[in-house]
């Protein structure tokens, strides 16, 4: 497995992350994190995953179908899910994965949600030190503020080459809609860091797929998840061996 070798030249961290809780520090409200003053940072560690999804969990299974056959040894310690009712918690119980469903309530705030969504967090971890754990959007539905994903190192899968079609409201048919509309010859799935915006982080990792005369919004949408369920687990493996750098 890839080992993270953390190494501080020069100074210390100001405030170290406890092992039991999240780098939020929850008590002085979401997005205060322990200051760190470091000159330089390798990394040393062994990599574990934490998936969120609010979907049936297509792309999730293949995950796991790649972690039960082993050509994926990342660890994942458990999935986080927004509603009872979503296919991904029962893939994830077939598997032996942890569930942690956390319900966002009418009127609460986005600060309030992402507390509880840190305790789940920290519980799923249980004492795997915070830096060591990578969360895995798979479907996710809920746009996380610059706070969260400053905190967390968190991959996504977007359906569509990016920095096309992306931002608030293109998911899911939305987005082939929108690239069957352009005329565009081709199509595909990127896979990107999450940043403060939405679908404007870091991309890693980008595979095409042909856009048909034929096609509908529903046979382009399998066309490109063929690819997430193949290059998602193999972008994990990838961070895991040290072969992509977050």
């Keep these: 497995m890839f080992l993270l070798v953390v190494c501080l030249l020069g100074s210390q961290i100001s405030a170290k992350t406890n092992t039991k809780h999240s780098p939020l520090l929850l008590g002085e409200g979401v997005?205060?994190?322990?200051?760190?003053?470091?000159?330089?940072?390798?990394?040393?560690?062994?990599?574990?995953?934490?998936a969120l999804s609010s979907s049936r969990g297509t792309t999730f299974q293949a995950i796991l179908d790649r972690i039960a056959d082993g050509s994926l040894t990342m660890k994942c310690l458990g999935l986080v899910t927004d509603?009872?009712?979503?296919?991904?918690?029962?893939?994830?119980?077939?598997?032996?994965?942890?569930?942690?469903?956390?319900?966002?309530?009418?009127?609460?705030?986005?600060?309030?949600?992402?507390?509880?969504l840190n305790r789940a967090i920290d519980e799923l971890r249980d004492n795997?030190?915070?830096?060591?754990?990578?969360?895995?959007?798979?479907?996710?539905?809920?746009?996380?503020?610059?706070?969260?994903?400053?905190?967390?190192?968190?991959?996504?899968?977007?359906?569509?080459?990016?920095?096309?079609?992306?931002?608030?409201?293109?998911?899911?048919?939305?987005?082939?809609?929108?690239?069957?509309?352009?005329?565009?010859?081709?199509?595909?799935?990127?896979?990107?860091?999450m940043d403060h915006g939405v679908d404007t982080g870091k991309i890693l990792l980008q595979k095409t797929c042909p856009v048909l005369p034929d096609d509908t919004p529903e046979t382009l949408q399998a066309r490109v998840q063929e690819?997430?369920?193949?290059?998602?687990?193999?972008?994990?493996?990838?961070?895991?061996?040290?072969?992509?750098?977050?």
């Excluded at 369920?229 to 493996?237: A, D, I, T």
């Design 31 to 50: 997005g205060v994190r322990a200051k760190q003053t470091t000159h330089k940072t390798c990394y040393h560690t062994l990599m574990f995953f934490i």
């Design 83 to 116: 509603r009872s009712d979503r296919g991904c918690i029962d893939k994830a119980k077939a598997a032996n994965i942890p569930v942690s469903i956390v319900e966002r309530v009418s009127g609460e705030s986005k600060e309030d949600y992402e507390r509880k």
């Design 128 to 193: 795997v030190p915070s830096d060591d754990v990578l969360l895995a959007a798979v479907g996710w539905m809920w746009i996380l503020s610059p706070n969260f994903t400053k905190a967390w190192r968190i991959i996504n899968v977007h359906p569509a080459l990016l920095p096309k079609y992306g931002g608030k409201g293109m998911y899911g048919h939305h987005v082939h809609d929108a690239v069957l509309a352009s005329g565009d010859k081709e199509s595909g799935v990127s896979i990107h860091l």
């Design 227 to 246: 690819l997430e369920k193949e290059w998602y687990p193999r972008v994990l493996q990838m961070i895991e061996r040290g072969e992509m750098k977050l």
